[in-house]
T-cell receptor, first 110, second 114 residues
Framework: QKEVEQNSGPLSVPEGAIASLNCTYS??????FFWYRQYSGKSPELIMS????GDKEDGRFTAQLNKASQYVSLLIRDSQPSDSATYLC??????????FGTGTRLQVFP | DGGITQSPKYLFRKEGQNVTLSCEQN?????MYWYRQDPGQGLRLIYY???????QKGDIAEGYSVSREKKESFPLTVTSAQKNPTAFYLC?????????????FGPGTRLLVL
């Protein structure tokens, strides 16, 4: 069964630091990956999608994909307390549907 | 304003009762999905629909039913057969049913059992 795995955290970083969130996946053939942010009690919102090996940058966020090692990362530069949330990674699963990881909880302290 | 709406925000179910969660989208998306989220767990797919008048079971369909009579609407019924319905229910849509397409989520419905 194909899986998407994330460390549940919490990952605690000081304000202004770089937060690094990681996700590993089991299907070597996966072509698309998504990072969602979910605030407590709210629904997930898309941060970024990535389809090709390498880095993709959008403002303070950078997604990194390494297909050979089967991991995808999300870097958040200049972390702010408002970035404190759970970050969900999603990748294709067995039945050609997205599988969501359990999420990594990020805490940014002032 | 394009988006996905879900209602109600909170829903209380009595034992033996069927309840229906509403999901509406005005994004003109073909594909719609229902997920369940439990504390500390990832999203689990209940049902999905690729097109009007068609839907398929996801990983945890037992105790749930859906319909897709209109492109904009994909209601989920939690039946009395679902013995542990307390969860956060999320509806999502995408332009088409493909793992390449971004799924956008509604605000969710929290279901509680009385």
């Amino acid at each position: 069964q194909k899986e998407v795995e994330q460390n549940s955290g919490p990952l605690s970083v000081p304000e202004g630091a770089i937060a690094s969130l990681n996700c590993t996946y089991s299907d070597r053939g996966s072509q698309s990956f998504f990072w969602y942010r979910q605030y407590s009690g709210k629904s997930p919102e898309l941060i970024m999608s990535i389809y090709s090996n390498g880095d993709k940058e959008d403002g303070r966020f950078t997604a990194q994909l390494n297909k050979a090692s089967q991991y995808v990362s999300l870097l958040i530069r200049d972390s702010q307390p408002s970035d404190s949330a759970t970050y969900l990674c999603a990748a294709p699963g067995d039945t050609d549907k997205l599988i969501f990881g359990t999420g990594t909880r990020l805490q940014v302290f002032p | 304003d394009g988006g996905i709406t879900q209602s109600p925000k909170y829903l209380f179910r009595k034992e033996g009762q069927n309840v229906t969660l509403s999901c509406e989208q005005n994004l003109n998306h073909d594909a719609m999905y229902w997920y369940r989220q439990d504390p500390g767990q990832g999203l689990r797919l209940i049902y999905y629909s690729q097109i009007v008048n068609d839907f398929q079971k996801g990983d945890i369909a037992e105790g749930y039913s859906v319909s897709r009579e209109k492109k904009e609407s994909f209601p989920l019924t939690v039946t009395s057969a679902q013995k542990n319905p307390t969860a956060f229910y999320l509806c999502a849509s995408s332009s088409r049913d493909s793992v390449q397409e971004t799924q956008y989520f509604g605000p969710g419905t929290r279901l509680l059992v009385l």
